[in-house]
């Protein structure tokens, strides 16, 4: 078996082939050595570490979900495991893979023609161009399904799009954009493959966020931009087919931010091992013990919850409402291990890694500071904690709270 994480307490990996467990030590290897050391920088400087790009394809890490360019026959629960490594080495550099991959080239898997994606996916895959799905807007993130204002006319083999795009990952520098739009004709969303650069599209980075910092997000607006009808994804009728991508990705979120919380989580341990007070390890102490076990059972109940989501999805009978508990649940357990994380390392816990020497000084990439920090965001995007709340709610009680 591959090594476990500690943080795998039940020994949930041995259910992973021998293979996937290879890929998966491979994986971490790299995080390890090329991702972690160099997060906390990346961080600060609010940049995203485009040099990865390549590296990360190398590894089959976009091309794993689609069996159209997948490197070896894999599971989603595999993949579930990968996004959570990525993540507990660097929550950012996993929301630019869940950009690029889930969100973008799931898109194109679901909603495009065999065409379209034997065009994008292959080039996707490798890393050659950058992907980014443009779906929130300034006025509408909640409410996107009924309130997406974005316009798509159709003029002859042509479509005119006119409209914002708000929060959208990877957008700053991104080569595609799959942008959401409404048409005025039938009122149904469509998606549109809009290729940059383009005459009236405008991509300007969002500044100053203090959440997942070395994610590239953008403000777009598009003014009169031309696509033609070939790059319209061929498969998507209307919201619905919007909501079958958000399925598939949430679920995947949910794995994220279960990096997110072993990522804290195992810094928390280590500090708490090593930080003196009273003349002891502050692990010694009760109150930092029953911290650590709340963390530890958080994980422990949050990844059993994502295997089986996982699992549902390759047996075909993952619905909206499953991924959507898994989101829910799994990032509010997150919230509260980060914070518990924190806690720990007292007045460490806010400061992001530094090469220093001096005894105590959080070393790089073990910031619980940006774990932090970044679960904010998490909690947040691809449905916020609420919304998918409440498409629960909508299962249990067959009453749609939302619309
Ligand atoms: P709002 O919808 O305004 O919600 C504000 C609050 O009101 C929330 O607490 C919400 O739960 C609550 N609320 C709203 N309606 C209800 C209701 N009916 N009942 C109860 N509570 C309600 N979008 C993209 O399209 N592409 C991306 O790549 C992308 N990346 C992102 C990356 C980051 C770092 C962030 C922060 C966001 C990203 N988003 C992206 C946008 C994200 O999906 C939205 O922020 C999210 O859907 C919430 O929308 P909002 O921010 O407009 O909040």
């Known amino acids: 078996p591959a090594d476990l994480l500690d943080a795998d307490f039940y020994a949930f990996q041995h259910q992973l082939t021998p293979a996937e467990q290879g890929a998966l030590r491979g994986i971490r290897e790299f995080l390890e050595t090329e991702v972690r050391p160099f997060a906390d920088d990346h961080w600060e400087r609010a940049e995203s570490p485009r040099h990865l790009i390549p590296r990360i394809a190398e590894l089959g890490l976009y091309a794993n979900a689609f069996p159209e360019t997948a490197q070896f026959e894999n599971s989603s629960v595999f993949r579930g495991w990968v996004a959570l490594e990525i993540s507990r080495a660097d929550p950012s550099t996993a929301t630019f893979i869940g950009v690029h991959s889930g969100l973008a080239m799931t898109s194109i898997h679901v909603g ?12 996707l895959a490798a890393g ?6 443009g779906l929130t807007e300034p006025g509408h993130g909640s ?21 914002a795009k708000r929060w959208i990952g ?3 520098f991104a080569d595609l954009v799959v942008i959401w739009a409404r048409d005025v004709a039938d009122d149904q969303v469509k998606g549109f493959l809009v290729r940059t650069p383009s005459i009236g ?10 959440s997942l910092r070395a994610v590239e997000n953008a403000d777009i607006v598009l003014e009169d931009v031309v696509v033609p009808e070939s790059d319209r994804l061929q498969r998507i009728d209307g919201f619905r087919d919007v909501a079958v991508v958000l399925r598939l990705t949430r679920a995947d979120v949910a794995w994220q931010a279960l990096g997110v919380a072993v990522g804290a989580y195992e810094s ?15 692990a010694s102490f009760q ?11 958080n994980i422990t109940a949050s990844i059993a919850l994502c295997m089986r989501v996982s699992q549902m999805q390759d047996e075909g009978i993952q619905r909206d409402h499953h991924s959507a508990m898994s989101k829910a649940f799994v990032t509010a357990r997150m919230r509260e291990t980060v914070a518990l994380c924190r806690e720990i390392c007292g007045g460490n816990g806010i400061q992001l890694g530094s090469e220093s020497q001096i005894p105590g000084d959080v070393p790089p990439g073990y910031s619980i500071a940006r774990y932090f920090a970044d679960a904010e965001a998490v909690f947040t995007f691809e449905g916020t904690y609420d919304m998918n709340a409440l498409i629960v709610g909508r299962a249990i009680t067959g009453i749609p709270a939302f619309v």
């Not at 599209?201 to 969002?206: E, G, V």
């Not at 928390?268 to 502050?282: H, S, V």
């Open 287 to 297: 109150l930092v013990q029953e911290k650590l076990s709340t963390a530890l059972s």
């Open 170 to 172: 990877n957008g700053a």
């Open 128 to 133: 050659e161009l950058v992907a980014a799905f």
């Open 143 to 163: 409410d996107t399904a009924k309130g997406l204002e974005t316009t798509a006319e159709r003029r002859g083999d042509e479509w005119v799009l006119n409209g």
């Open 201 to 210: 599209f405008t991509a300007t980075k969002i500044e100053r966020k203090q």
């Open 112 to 123: 495009g023609s065999e065409e379209q994606k034997a065009e994008w996916l292959p080039c």
């Open 268 to 282: 928390a341990l280590a500090y708490a091992k090593n930080r003196m007070q009273f003349g002891k390890p502050i």
